[in-house]
């Protein structure tokens, strides 16, 4: 079905770091041939393909051994970890390089009319996230129990809509929690876009195209710090 000896890659259809992924891969020399929106994309002039899914399924691509390489936020693929963790199943990858990209915040947010002075002003309220892993821990290190609301997308009108009373979300200008009359009032976990690859055997070609791949990526990174 495939060629087993190219790469397959794995990164983000549409979304925040669709377009920062496919530059960097650009401007590696890596021509690929993205004309129609399909799920694979070839690369001319490497043993190179790119899989453009969904963010979230992109740890679990390369936690299955599926793709050798992802590029993901760091905040996917750290929920995803400690949530198959919960479940007991295979969570490990090797972070390649962290990339210059995707800088965000997981933070915790309530409305701007809300009395907020510690920490423990969050206790036993209910707080609407899509990373209720990343949350959890968080909060249970602080000891502080709460109730969650788990939501997929829309998390920051959850309040307004009385599903929750605080929401824990991404945070980049903040434009977001502004327009929904909402207050960062503390950051859960930092995060920017990383290059991970499998953990187990690579072939020795494909270590040599992963290696060749990797000194560019941090060329290109260097050239635009
Ligand atoms: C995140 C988050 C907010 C927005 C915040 O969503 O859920 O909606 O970004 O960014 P801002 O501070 O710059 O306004 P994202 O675009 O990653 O997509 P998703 O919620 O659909 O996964
Ligand atoms: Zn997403
Ligand atoms: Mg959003």
């Given at each position: 079905?495939?060629?087993?000896?190219?790469?397959?890659?794995?990164?983000?259809?549409?979304?925040?770091?669709?377009?920062?992924s496919?530059k960097l891969?650009?401007s590696?020399?890596?021509?690929?041939?993205?004309?129609?929106?399909?799920?694979?994309?070839?690369?001319?002039?490497?043993?190179?393909?790119?899989?453009?899914?969904?963010?979230?399924?992109?740890?679990?691509?390369?936690?299955?051994?599926?793709?050798?390489?992802?590029?993901?936020g760091?905040?996917?693929?750290?929920?995803?970890?400690?949530?198959?963790?919960?479940?007991?199943?295979?969570?490990?990858?090797?972070?390649?390089?962290?990339?210059d990209?995707g800088?965000?915040?997981?933070?915790?947010?309530?409305?701007?009319?809300?009395?907020?002075?510690h920490?423990?002003?969050?206790?036993?309220?209910?707080?609407?996230?899509?990373?209720?892993?990343?949350?959890?821990?968080?909060?249970?290190?602080?000891?502080?129990?709460?109730?969650s609301?788990?939501?997929?997308?829309?998390?920051?009108?959850?309040?307004?809509?009385?599903?929750?009373?605080?929401?824990?979300?991404?945070?980049?200008?903040?434009?977001?929690?502004?327009?929904?009359?909402?207050?960062?009032v503390?950051?859960?976990?930092?995060?920017?876009?990383?290059?991970?690859?499998?953990?187990?055997?690579?072939?020795?070609?494909?270590?040599?195209?992963?290696?060749?791949?990797?000194?560019?990526?941090?060329?290109?990174?260097k050239?635009?710090?």
């Amino acid at each position: 079905m495939f060629n087993n000896n190219r790469i397959r890659i794995a990164m983000q259809k549409t979304g925040r770091l669709s377009s920062d992924s496919i530059k960097l891969l650009t401007s590696c020399g890596i021509k690929i041939n993205l004309k129609q929106q399909k799920l694979i994309a070839f690369a001319e002039n490497m043993p190179i393909d790119a899989m453009l899914v969904r963010d979230d399924d992109i740890p679990g691509l390369v936690m299955d051994g599926v793709v050798d390489l992802g590029i993901v936020g760091e905040n996917v693929l750290e929920e995803e970890r400690l949530n198959r963790i919960s479940q007991n199943s295979e969570h490990s990858y090797v972070t390649l390089t962290r990339l210059d990209f995707g800088i965000c915040r997981l933070s915790l947010a309530v409305p701007v009319n809300t009395t907020y002075t510690h920490i423990n002003s969050l206790k036993n309220i209910r707080i609407a996230t899509s990373y209720p892993h990343l949350l959890k821990k968080y909060l249970d290190k602080k000891n502080i129990s709460f109730k969650s609301c788990m939501l997929n997308g829309s998390v920051e009108v959850a309040p307004r809509a009385g599903l929750a009373d605080a929401i824990c979300d991404l945070v980049s200008t903040g434009a977001t929690l502004e327009a929904n009359g909402l207050r960062e009032v503390q950051v859960v976990y930092r995060s920017r876009a990383c290059l991970i690859s499998k953990n187990g055997d690579i072939n020795t070609d494909k270590k040599e195209v992963i290696n060749k791949l990797m000194t560019r990526i941090k060329g290109v990174i260097k050239a635009r710090e």
